[in-house]
C-alpha cells in the first residue's frame, strides 16, 4: 500500500510538471504569434528561423518551429538529460500549438513598441515556466545544453552566440530595425525568465574588510536585523591579519549599510554585488521541486 501511494504521488508530481509545461508553452507560443509576427520581430533561436522564413517566404510559423525542433529534439534525446527533453518535448509542442491556436486572435496592435514589450513578457514567462520544471521550448536550448555537456562552454555564451548569429543575419536580410527590436525583445525576455526561474528575489552580498568587526556587526544587525558571519583573514601584501565580515541585504538597504560602515570606520574595504537569490537566514526562500 505504502509503495502504490508512493508511485501515486510521484505520477501526481509529474503529471503537474506536465501540465505546468504546457501552460508554459501556450503563453510562449502565443506572444510569438500575436506580437514577434505582426512586428516583424525575430525572437531567439528557431523561433527567429521560422519567423524569418514567414517574411520571405509567407511559411506558417507554428509549422515551421515544428519541422525545425523535430531533429533538434531527436538529437537531444540521445546527448542530453532525458528528463529535460520529454518536458522540452513537451513544451515545443505546447508551444507551437498556442502558436497555431493564436492565429485566430485579431492583431491587436501595429506599435513595434508595443509587440517588442508585449511579446519578449510573453515570450519570457512562458519559458521561464517551462525551464522551472527542467523543460523547454527546445530549439537552442537543447543545443546549447549539449554543447555544454561535451565541451562545459557556458550555455548563456552559446545562447548568446547563437542569438547574435541569428540577430545579425535578419539585420542583414530585413533591416537594423528589425536587429534592434529583436536585441530589445530578447533582453526584456531574458529579464522575465529570470524573474520566473529565480524569483524577484534579488539582494546584495556585502564583504567588509575592517578592523573594528564587532563594532560593525553589531551596528549592521541593529539595523538590519540580519545575521553577519565574520572570519579572520590576512592580506596577501601586507600580511596583516584583519577581519572579514559577510552579511546578505536588501538593494534599498545599501546606503543606509555604506553610511554604517564608514562612520565606524572610515577606511575599511568594502565590496558589494549583486545576487540572484538568497535562501535562509531570514530571507524568502525559492521553491525548489
Not at 501552460?23 to 514577434?36: P, Q, S
Request: net charge neutral; hydrophobic share 45%.
Amino acid at each position: 500500500m505504502e509503495k502504490l501511494n508512493e508511485e501515486q504521488n510521484k505520477g501526481i508530481y509529474y503529471l503537474r510538471k506536465v501540465l505546468i509545461v504546457v501552460v508554459g508553452g501556450l503563453i510562449c507560443g502565443a506572444g510569438v504569434t500575436v506580437f514577434y509576427v505582426p512586428g516583424s520581430i525575430l525572437g531567439g533561436g528557431i523561433t527567429a528561423i521560422s519567423i524569418l522564413s514567414h517574411t520571405l517566404f509567407g511559411t506558417n510559423v507554428a509549422l515551421m518551429t515544428l519541422l525545425c525542433n523535430i531533429p533538434v529534439l531527436i538529437f537531444g534525446y540521445f546527448v542530453v538529460d532525458r528528463e529535460f527533453m520529454i518536458f522540452s518535448t513537451v513544451g515545443m509542442l505546447a508551444m507551437t500549438a498556442g502558436m497555431h491556436l493564436a492565429e485566430a486572435i485579431p492583431v491587436p496592435t501595429e506599435n513595434v513598441l508595443t509587440c517588442i514589450i508585449a511579446g519578449g513578457f510573453l515570450s519570457g514567462t512562458g519559458v521561464g515556466i517551462m525551464m522551472r520544471e527542467n523543460g523547454s521550448g527546445g530549439g537552442t536550448d537543447v543545443i546549447c545544453r549539449a554543447i555544454y555537456k561535451y565541451t562545459s562552454f557556458p550555455i548563456g555564451n552559446a545562447s548568446l552566440i547563437i542569438n547574435g548569429i541569428l540577430v545579425s543575419l535578419g539585420g542583414l536580410v530585413l533591416g537594423i530595425d528589425v536587429a534592434v527590436a529583436t536585441i530589445a525583445t530578447i533582453f526584456i525576455s531574458g529579464r522575465m525568465l529570470n524573474y520566473i526561474v529565480e524569483g524577484v528575489n534579488y539582494k546584495r552580498t556585502v564583504i567588509i574588510i575592517c578592523e573594528k568587526s564587532a563594532e560593525i556587526a553589531d551596528a549592521l544587525m541593529d539595523e538590519f536585523g540580519r545575521g553577519v558571519t565574520i572570519t579572520e583573514v590576512r592580506g596577501a601584501y601586507s600580511g596583516e591579519k584583519k577581519m572579514q565580515l559577510m552579511c546578505a541585504i536588501n538593494p534599498h538597504q545599501t546606503p543606509k549599510l555604506r553610511s554604517i560602515v564608514l562612520r565606524i570606520e572610515p577606511k575599511a574595504f568594502v565590496t558589494i554585488t549583486e545576487s540572484i537569490s538568497v535562501i535562509g537566514g531570514g530571507f524568502r526562500g525559492n521553491r525548489l521541486d
